[in-house]
């Protein structure tokens, strides 16, 4: 609208004449709006040159659970590794884009993109079933890698369920093992060492996180951190090394500043508790998909009485507690109250 109103009012033949007009009249528009101000009620509204208007939205809506001890302490906030790596976190963009590139590379044949995925796929099932894995993923398409169809421009963010990440992530980790060195030709020599690298990275991570249990020794907190910043740095490194050769992988987003936040964590802890040997386990932060009471998971809640699922929950949190607990202390402990 302001371009067609200065094309109508400034033609070219007459703007050296009106240009100046113009400028004067609206500056005396915006000093009467800064001094009256019109509202909608027709009535001039005289204000203040000193005028403060405070914040103009309304207050937001405050949880009643900031009212507990402690529910404004940043210290106490904790970053959820579920959402932060498996549930559409960076671990979908890294294992999706991973997948690509070794397409890219050639290690999954050179035919069309749709055989490409066809024999990734069948490779991907093949470990499932060696290992006696289980996977949501019935394909690999540009569907359920959401990419635009029939090309690889795009960055890929989709790879099944949360679940699935763990399974994809020890596949292609295996896959990365037994590919030689220079099958991809010397253009691809650093783009893939740095991919074993945070892959191996990853996994290391993951593994030794799920293994420790409940609590982890300092010695495992620590190679935590340390895996935790490798695969960080090395997801930076590919997606810089992809940008220059023209791939769109490896997309820098929020979760990987907070996965970096998951080592860092972990890192305070170590420097704040020196002589600390044992460290809670960031496993116990994780929120996975039964948190959100919907489709199947939900259907107990919805068939049963409040109370009977609320009896039912604590049940199977006690049974998890005392496994745990003959884990850490021994089958000795096991009938102790």
């Known amino acids: 609208m302001c371009s067609r ?37 027709d009535a001039v509204k005289n204000i203040a040159p000193n005028h403060d208007p405070g914040d103009v939205f ?37 294992l999706a884009s991973s997948i690509i590139l070794l397409m890219h590379m050639g290690w999954f044949g ?90 191996n990275g990853i996994n290391r991570f993951w593994r030794l996180q799920y293994n420790a249990g409940l609590w982890v020794t300092r010695a495992d907190t620590e190679l935590l951190v340390r895996d935790c910043f490798i695969f960080c740095d090395e997801y930076s490194t590919l997606a810089t090394l992809c940008a220059r050769a023209g791939y769109p992988l490896f997309k820098i987003r929020p979760k990987l500043h907070m996965m970096c936040h998951l080592g860092l964590d972990l890192k305070h802890a170590l420097l704040q508790y020196p002589d600390a040997q044992w460290f809670l386990s960031i496993s116990t932060y994780m929120t996975w998909s039964d ?26 949190a006690l049974a998890l507690y005392r496994r745990q607990w003959i884990a850490t202390f021994g089958r000795a402990y096991a009938n102790v109250d």
């Open 110 to 199: 050179n035919g069309p993109i749709d055989d490409k995925f066809k024999n990734a796929f069948s490779r991907f099932m093949a470990y499932c079933e060696a290992h006696g894995k289980n996977t949501s993923i019935t394909e690999f398409s540009h569907k359920v890698f959401k990419l635009p169809q029939n090309s690889l421009n795009g960055y890929p963010a989709g790879l099944g369920k949360g679940h699935d990440a763990a399974v994809v992530s020890a596949w292609l980790d295996e896959e990365l093992c037994s590919a030689p060195a220079t099958f991809a030709g010397p253009q691809f020599n650093e783009l893939l060492e740095v991919l074993r690298w945070s892959s």
């Open 291 to 316: 948190e959100d009471f919907i489709g199947r998971i939900s259907r107990i809640s919805r068939r049963t009485s409040p109370l009977t699922a609320a009896d039912r929950t604590i049940t199977r």
């Open 5 to 41: 109103m200065l094309y109508t009012i400034l033609p070219s033949p007459y703007s050296d004449e009106n240009l100046n007009d113009v400028l004067e009249d609206l500056s005396s528009d915006l000093l009467s709006l800064y001094r009256e101000w019109w509202d909608v009620k």
């Open 58 to 94: 309304k207050p937001g809506w405050v949880s009643p659970l900031r009212n507990l001890p402690t529910a404004d302490d940043p210290k106490y906030i904790r970053i959820d590794p579920a959402h932060t790596y498996a549930i559409d976190g960076i671990g979908k963009s890294y």
